[in-house]
């Protein structure tokens, strides 16, 4: 991916408006850092800047239209997501996990998604399943388009429908803290490891049809399972992109 790609991170998004150009909107310090959060956010999520990829202030500031000082805010929140480290003399770089750190972020989503799902489907059953179903018919249209960004989103938005529907706050907002993490490393499996693709939707219709059928034991078993698979996918792809890495400076480690 060029670097003029990369920087093209305005992208539309689901609740966006339906035009939008490149600079944020003005308003207050505050809320023009989270502006800029959010669409550097965005832009990681889905690849636009690799994993362990230097960010320049002075670049994501002309490229969305505002000065250093919302952007050097903007990165210092996504500090706190895990998205971005910030190295003293160094710069600011997107997070590169290393293989404990993807370790402890699946039992993480084991904990948290095999909780939410029991509590979904005692609270909202019907409505996991409709998104549920939503999210898998999005990930077949975009396979079939061959469109790895969307079907990453669509994976994603399956996901966040067990969470979304469990009624809790708590595992609601604790999902919510590290998604922007979850989504940065599913995108970049999806896009690496071309077996995935296949094997995540049918997990996904497995899921669904052990819960239309009131086998929660059955869904459960499927999406542990799903959810452990992470740590060796992204080491897979990790393996395949280290030399990339290199040829581009970046420390893979």
Known sequence: ?????????????????????????????????????????????????????????????????????????????LQLQGLIEIRPQSGSFVFMPSEEDVAELCIFRRVV????????FARRREDMLRDMRKAVEMMDHAQAAGDRLEMARADSAFHQSIAENCGNAYLINSYALFAG???????????????????????????????????????????DEHVSRMRIVYLSARRRDVPAADRRGVNPT
């Open 113 to 120: 998604e095999l909780a939410a799902l029991r509590l979904s």
């Open 181 to 223: 993490r979850i989504a940065a490393l599913r995108t970049h499996n999806v896009a690496t490891v071309n077996s995935l693709r296949n094997k995540a939707t049918s997990e996904h219709r497995a899921i669904v049809a052990a819960l239309a059928k009131g086998d929660l034991d059955r869904a459960e078993a499927i999406l």
């Open 1 to 77: 991916m060029s670097k003029s790609s990369a920087l093209k991170i305005d992208k539309p998004q689901a609740a966006a408006p339906a035009t939008r150009s490149r600079t944020v909107s003005r308003g207050t310090a505050g809320s023009l850092s989270v502006q800029v959060a959010e669409r550097i956010r965005a832009a990681i999520q889905e690849g636009e800047y690799q994993l362990g990829e230097a960010l320049s202030e002075l670049k994501l500031a002309a490229a969305l239209g505002v000065s250093r000082t919302p952007v050097r805010e903007a990165l210092s929140l």
